[in-house]
């Protein structure tokens, strides 16, 4: 009897294992025998599954967030108010402070060598938009500019961890902005 091989699984597990290794290595370093090797599988196997680096690489980015959108939708489960979603948000970043440090390691790495060309933009730009817009619907909100706001203050408050790993705590730094955002929720702007 044949083996039969779940190959949606197989490709989930070498997505997800090549996560750490592109965090460690960064993108241009990297090679898809290199992945193969690390991986402990063939590289002909990759090729059944990637067309090549630069596909493996979207398929990833894809993977890691669908992932975290789903999550993150499992962290706010039962969270009812704006306040509640903020700070569950919020915790989930915190909770996973080394993992979306890592995300950010990658996708910067990448941009660095490749994004220049604007076909490849364009599919990193498609990725923000799947967060912005998996956020707006976590989030319970319809309001564009704010959404933008939430992300960019993710994306900030990593960063300024990246770069000051022994300044304040996520938490510590994500209080003012928090207050900030669940206020405008509540409240909408006065002003």
């Keep these: ?20 290794l592109f965090a460690r290595e960064g993108y241009a370093s990297l090679t898809m025998r290199r992945i193969a090797d690390d991986l402990d599988v063939s590289t002909g196997t990759l090729y059944h599954y990637f067309s090549g680096k630069e596909d493996l690489f979207f398929q990833l980015v894809e993977f890691t967030i669908s992932h975290d959108l789903f999550d ?23 909770e996973r402070e080394s993992y979306f440090l890592n995300q950010y390691f990658i996708w910067i790495d990448y941009c660095r060598h ?21 956020i707006s619907r976590i989030l319970d909100t319809r309001d564009p500019q704010l959404t933008e706001f939430i992300l960019v203050t993710i994306n ?7 770069l000051h790993r022994r300044g304040p705590s996520l938490e510590a730094l994500s209080r003012l ?10 409240q909408g702007f006065q002003g």
């Excluded at 009897?1 to 750490?20: A, G, S, T, W, Y």
């Excluded at 994004?115 to 967060?131: C, F, H, N, P």
């Excluded at 408050?157 to 990246?162: G, N, T, V, W």
């Design 114 to 134: 490749e994004a220049v060309d604007s076909r490849k933009d364009r599919r990193l730009e498609e990725a923000m938009e799947q967060y912005k817009e998996g």
């Design 72 to 94: 993150a939708e499992d962290a706010l489960r039962g969270a009812v108010t704006p306040k509640q979603r903020i700070e569950n948000l919020f915790r989930f970043i915190q």
């Design 1 to 20: 009897m044949p083996k039969l091989i779940d190959h949606d699984q197989v490709r989930e597990e070498l997505l997800d294992n090549c996560f750490e």
């Design 177 to 186: 902005p928090r207050r900030l955002i669940i206020r405008y929720m509540e």
């Design 156 to 162: 900030g408050l990593i960063i300024q961890r990246l």
